[in-house]
């Protein structure tokens, strides 16, 4: 939304929001003729979100093709002989385009994508630009115009079919689910006003906190973070030192929080999809115990310190009899019921109970029916307890969908020579899952090293996790890889989706949060030394 009025608009500003929202209508347009003219049925149980998949899987993965020796035509997606230092590219295959373009110079393929996590980092800062950034409909030119040089890098590389399968796979397969997730839980969590008197002291604050890393991994860091930040603001509105308050929500409830079941964080759910047994995540409790307790306790002791500066008449507030109550406690049944289906209803699968196989999209529908009860149900008291509105979730999709496209071509590069990086320790599967996931999207991330894992595991033994479909993954791998996408999705703003949502809600409560580098300074000093400790007793 912009900061100014439409009548006070000028033609560059209205070129602007013309710009975008075209921008975005014409991203929509090629989602649906990407999603029908795909081939899904060829791709597995995960339908149209498995295309690139299948692609990297037959060009990229491949020795003999990647050297441009495949005995496939291009016609059916192989990389065809090197001719004057180029190459022949099937049009199938997006990995093909993003690692082998003309000269090979498919770096030039990542630059959108740094170009835009530049932006997000150094456009706030910037005093000529700083209001601008503020204003959603900005972002969104800002990522959509990055978004069609990817789609252009891919279209003069790979053809036409590479451009649309990077949308089928950044669109239907992997931004509308995640988008409709979040946004069902910001309503849903968002209709939930837990009202009390709550003194803003160390234990209390505190206490939310370990609540929220408590109840994450069966609700969802985003349903434990949106359920929780609204009460914990309101608790600390009167104090002057919040600011850490607010960074270690985001460290505990909004990432760690959800280590100990597939419902808990994206990553690990798909991992379940893949095979993981559901309770298998549990076996990483000694872990969670740790970063959480050493967290808490510095939590603790900081805001001890941070408590002791503030006036006199803060430290001296008593509650006035408001009791603890909760407005609006129909949205919990709500929130229950969108975990339920985000962790039962999948594509191409039986629908519980009546049996009959899931359509595309069918969840994502489930999901809006239970937003529309929400919105329908809610009192306004809850709502307006909350301060609610939708900027926070505008502010998200704005820049996810320019997310989720550009990071298509350092996906593929990754996926493509992630076999050849030489990887054999869980630490080393840790750091460089972890690493990633703080700029790239965690969950496509955790993929691309999970399957790598499984290649490297041939036979059942000692220490070998059979998964549903019968194939075998190195457990210590695995447990390297879960921590490494949970755990360091904190590193950065963008590392997880309620992390956005958690500091523009703050920003809205007229908190001054650190830029994307200034939260970077919080996440390298307090997250890891815990990284490196976890490691040192887990994972060497």
Not at 127 to 138: D, L, M, R
Not at 267 to 276: D, E, I, N, R, S
Request: with cysteine; aromatic share 12%; net charge negative.
């Amino acid at each position: 939304m912009s900061s100014s009025s439409p009548s006070k608009q000028g033609p560059i500003d209205r070129f602007v929001r013309f710009a975008s929202i075209g921008g975005v209508a014409v991203i929509a347009v090629l989602s649906v003729i990407a999603f029908f003219a795909i081939d899904h049925g060829e791709h597995g149980d995960h339908g149209h979100s498995e295309g690139v998949e299948a692609a990297v899987q037959s060009d990229a993965g491949d020795p003999a093709s990647r050297e441009g020796l495949a005995t496939e035509t291009p016609e059916d997606g192989a990389i065809g002989p090197e001719v004057d230092g180029t190459f022949t590219i099937g049009e199938r295959s997006v990995a093909a385009a993003a690692t082998h373009g003309p000269h090979h110079l498919w770096w030039l393929g990542t630059v959108p994508f740094v170009a835009l996590l530049l932006a997000i980092a150094i456009l706030p800062l910037v005093p000529a630009t700083a209001h601008w950034w503020e204003s959603n409909t900005n972002r969104l030119a800002v990522a959509i115009g990055l978004a069609y040089l990817t789609l252009g890098y891919l279209f003069a590389t790979g053809g036409t079919h590479s451009a649309l399968l990077a949308v089928e796979h950044a669109i239907p397969g992997e931004y509308v689910p995640f988008i409709v997730l979040l946004f069902s839980l910001y309503v849903v969590s968002g209709g939930i006003a837990i009202l009390g008197d709550f003194r803003p002291t160390p234990t209390v604050n505190t206490g939310f906190l370990l609540v929220g890393t408590a109840i994450a991994s069966a609700v969802g860091t985003t349903g434990a973070s949106m359920l929780l930040i609204w009460p914990l603001l309101r608790a600390n509105a009167n104090r002057r030192h919040r600011v850490h308050t607010v960074v270690f929500f985001i460290f505990l409830v909004a990432n760690i929080g959800g280590t100990l079941l597939p419902t808990g964080d994206p990553p690990l759910f798909l991992g379940y999809l893949k095979g993981v047994p559901f309770l298998w995540t549990l076996s990483l409790w000694p872990e969670w115990l740790l970063a959480s307790t050493v967290l808490l306790t510095v939590y603790f002791v900081w805001d001890t310190v941070m408590y002791r500066r503030e006036d006199a008449e803060i430290r001296a507030w008593r509650p006035a009899g408001g009791g603890f109550r909760i407005v609006g406690g129909v949205n919990l049944v709500l929130l229950v019921l969108v975990v339920l289906t985000v962790a039962t209803v999948q594509e191409g699968r039986p629908f519980p109970l009546l049996g009959f196989d899931t359509f595309p999209f069918l969840r994502e529908l489930i999901m809006l029916a239970f937003v529309a009860a929400s919105i329908g149900l809610t009192p306004r008291a809850a709502r307006d307890a909350n301060s609610f509105n939708y900027h926070a979730i505008v502010e998200v999709a704005c820049l996810f969908v320019g997310i989720f496209i550009t990071m298509q071509v350092p996906l593929e590069v990754l996926k493509a020579s992630g076999g050849e990086l030489g990887l054999e320790s869980p630490s080393a599967f840790f750091w460089i899952t972890g690493v990633l996931s703080s700029f790239l999207d965690n969950a496509p991330t955790y993929l691309v090293f999970f399957q790598t894992a499984e290649s490297l595991t041939r036979e059942a033994g000692a220490g070998i996790l059979q998964l549903a479909g019968g194939e075998f993954i190195r457990e210590d791998l695995l447990e390297g890889i879960s921590l490494g996408a949970v755990f360091m999705g904190a590193m950065t703003y963008i590392g997880n989706g309620p992390n956005f949502m958690v500091r523009s809600i703050a920003e809205q409560s007229g908190i001054r949060m650190p830029s994307f580098f200034g939260y970077m300074i919080y996440s390298v000093a307090i997250l890891m030394p815990l990284m490196v400790l976890v490691v040192l007793l887990f994972l060497v």
